[in-house]
């Protein structure tokens, strides 16, 4: 094994770690605001990816452009989901009935974009697809340092909404206790509204940077959702920087794994990390207690 | 629009299984031909999930197959009927699926189903009844290994002989000019691996050097790290036992590292009309082989290609060709014995077929005792932007370009 594999290993591992902090940020936003488990996430991501596609398609522009549409978009889908759909869940069995409502969404965008866009595998064209900058020696392709950028100028964002602005301290106080945020006067259930319409628009960022560097089909959402649920367990269900942190680690791991490994094996790392969390932290290596309310 | 389909076929199922009922029960009444007395092909296919992509493109084929065999008057004067159920990409799916297509709603005839993973269960279930199986798509050496004495492919060769032209080819290069180590990458698939390790075993017999030799499961979308081992060893040749986006995603991958190698070879994707919009200008010397191309002068793959261009407004890709001509080897056998139907008849079309030779749009095919084609694959490469036949020799469109330029 030599060093120049294993630098060029541990770059690759920081990039998709930064990609998975990005698709997975949703995921625990949504479980901290509201004990949703949102199998459809992953779902909404690859809807994203594929207006991204057919946006390039249509225009030729650069697909970065059609974050315009999806995260305005995706944000008004969100908090229209919240409102509509998740606050018709009966709070005692939430997290439960969560889980099929969101599934049954999943299975409604994996079925609209096949019958819009056909089951054929996609893949935007970019004349940058194959470009790559050295780094010491390791080559760091330029789509997968864009989606990087991409990830941590949102993820950077989403830290300073949280911690710095009014409507963020509102959003942090529903994630902590619900009722005392009540008292002192935040109205829950439309911060809850927001904070949906919140983790959806990182699906729409999420999906887009997906996009530059991988081929899509109807059914890829199924290959994400299981890695990105591992991640914000990992993570602390409802921390953000908890999840970026699991997310950083579970990628870097990956990828290093790959190179004694294999490919098959590294892919349990995910699973790995998932039972060990269960079994010596249920609540997260990084997150608060709020696993135990699962 | 589909389940629309879905419920033709319903009310279609259930007429002609209404009309096998009365022609049973006042035999001697000959059919009066029409829609009471079609000969109905059960077929499942993966129309979702991980298959879809080649799973529709066989379904093309057959429905192009069917509308023409109608449009020329049907098999022995009887309308054909295609009954196609979707089984998901799943091997339980499939099974359950052929069990209801022969079982519950009595379909005179089957055909196989996509990819080696599902072709084998299928087989299965298909021989247990006695039914004749061909199917398009089951490639695999170990499809034929199974003992199955009512499966024949439909396609000119199995996995493994695939890239033979290209192995004599590589191994009849002078010492100084022969690729000296290959890297070689492989979806955990029969097919895919058939296909590979057929190239690899040959060329490691040939004193090269196996360098990288990578699995990978299906599901697996990220190639950065297989890409970056590839790029590590500094392999001459480059093979890769793909699917599709597997395919592409490795080889952007590749072209991300800078990886230059002097030969580049991938099963199936190559072939997709999908796969030089998704990778661009860069495909430039790509090798792939590939049982059929719609430029071959047989005779009735002129009138093939003709057609479905009319109906669908392209040529047809391999996955349509397979599935036409797995129709086309089934008809030559109901036309020759004579009857469409559960029993007896079936084992008449296997016997049939096993000392045949059937003119198809892939060549004349003829099958030894395991259902093996006794065919060879052609080796295709992206020259100038178009995918040509380079090998062999006697069927090119193209020179062979050795070394591949840069990606």
Redesign the interface.
């Known amino acids: 094994m030599n060093t120049a594999l294993l630098f060029q290993s541990l770059v690759l591992g920081v990039l998709l770690g930064g990609l998975y902090a990005l698709l997975a940020a949703g995921l625990t936003l949504y479980f901290g605001v509201m004990r949703v488990v949102m199998i459809a996430h992953s779902a909404f991501l690859i809807l994203a990816a594929y207006i991204a596609w057919y946006f390039n398609q249509q225009t030729g522009w650069d697909p970065l452009f059609s974050l315009l549409i999806t995260v305005p978009l995706f944000f008004g889908i969100g908090v229209g989901m919240q409102r509509l759909l998740i606050t018709r869940l009966r709070p005692a069995t939430l997290t439960m009935m969560s889980v099929l409502l969101t599934f049954a969404i999943a299975l409604f965008i994996e079925g609209m974009i096949g019958f819009v866009w056909s089951g054929t595998q996609r893949r935007i064209q970019l004349p940058y697809s194959g470009d790559s900058i050295n780094f010491l020696g390791a080559s760091v392709a330029v789509v997968k340092l864009m989606a990087f950028a991409l990830a941590a100028l949102s993820l950077a964002l989403l830290y300073l909404l949280m911690k710095k602005s009014r409507f963020g301290q509102a959003l942090r106080a529903t994630i902590q206790h619900k009722e005392a945020a009540q008292l002192v006067g935040i109205r829950t259930d439309r911060v809850a509204g927001l904070g949906f319409g919140l983790g959806l628009a990182t699906a729409a960022i999420g999906g887009t940077a997906l996009s530059l560097d991988a081929t899509i089909y109807p059914s890829l959402h199924w290959h994400w959702i299981g890695p990105l649920m591992a991640i914000i367990v990992v993570g602390g269900l409802g921390s953000i920087p908890g999840t970026a942190i699991a997310a950083m680690v579970l990628g870097i791991g990956q990828s290093l794994l790959q190179v004694p490994l294999g490919t098959t094996w590294a892919q349990t790392l995910f699973y790995v990390a998932l039972f060990a969390t269960l079994m010596l932290r249920p609540q997260g290596f990084f997150g608060g207690r709020l696993a135990q309310r699962f | 629009?589909s389940s629309r389909r879905k419920h033709t076929w319903g009310v279609a199922a259930a007429l002609s299984a209404g009309a096998l009922v009365l022609t049973t029960a006042c035999s001697g009444d000959s059919g009066g031909g029409g829609s009471d007395d079609t000969i109905v092909i059960g077929v499942s296919l993966p129309?979702?999930?991980?298959f879809?992509?080649p799973?529709?493109g066989v379904q093309r084929g057959y429905e192009a197959w069917a509308q023409m065999v109608n449009e020329d008057g049907g098999l022995l004067g009887r309308q054909v009927e295609l009954k196609i159920l979707d089984d998901q990409s799943s091997a339980d799916r499939v099974v359950q699926d052929y069990e209801a297509l022969i079982a519950k709603d009595q379909v005179d005839l089957i055909f196989g189903p996509f990819s080696t993973r599902l072709v084998v269960p299928s087989a299965r279930v298909a021989e247990e009844y006695g039914m004749l199986f061909v199917e398009p798509a089951g490639a695999a050496g170990e499809v034929f290994e199974q003992g199955f004495e009512n499966l024949f492919y439909a396609a000119p060769a199995i996995a493994e002989d695939h890239y033979d032209y290209l192995a004599e080819y590589l191994l009849g290069l002078p010492e100084d000019e022969r690729p000296q180590t290959v890297a070689v990458a492989s979806m955990?698939d029969p097919f895919a691996q058939g296909t590979a390790y057929g190239l690899r075993d040959k060329l490691a017999e040939g004193g090269l050097e196996i360098v990288v030799d990578?699995?990978?499961?299906p599901?697996?979308?990220?190639f950065?790290?297989?890409a970056?081992?590839i790029?590590?060893s500094g392999a001459d040749v480059v093979v890769g036992g793909t699917q599709?986006?597997d395919a592409?995603?490795l080889i952007?991958?590749l072209?991300?590292?800078?990886y230059q190698p002097r030969l580049a070879a991938f099963s199936t994707a190559p072939t997709n009309p999908?796969f030089s919009?998704?990778?661009?200008a860069?495909t430039e010397g790509i090798l792939s082989p590939t049982g059929y191309t719609p430029e071959a002068a047989w005779e009735s793959n002129t009138d093939f290609v003709e057609r479905y261009t009319e109906i669908h407004g392209s040529p047809p890709s391999e996955d349509e060709a397979n599935a036409f001509t797995t129709g086309q080897v089934v008809a030559a056998a109901v036309e020759a014995v004579g009857c469409a139907e559960q029993g007896d008849c079936q084992q008449q079309l296997i016997d049939w077929l096993r000392d045949a030779e059937v003119d198809t749009v892939v060549g004349p095919l003829s099958w030894d005792d395991a259902g093996r084609p006794q065919s060879a694959h052609l080796i295709q490469q992206y020259v100038d932007g178009e995918i040509r036949i380079v090998l062999p020799e006697d069927a090119q469109e193209a020179d062979f370009v050795f070394p591949k330029p840069a990606?």
């Open positions: 629009m129309l979702t999930g991980d879809s992509e799973g529709k955990d990578e699995v990978y499961p599901n697996t979308t990220d950065s790290s297989i970056a081992k790029s590590s599709y986006q592409v995603n952007v991958s072209q991300q590292l800078n999908e919009a998704a990778i661009g860069k990606w």
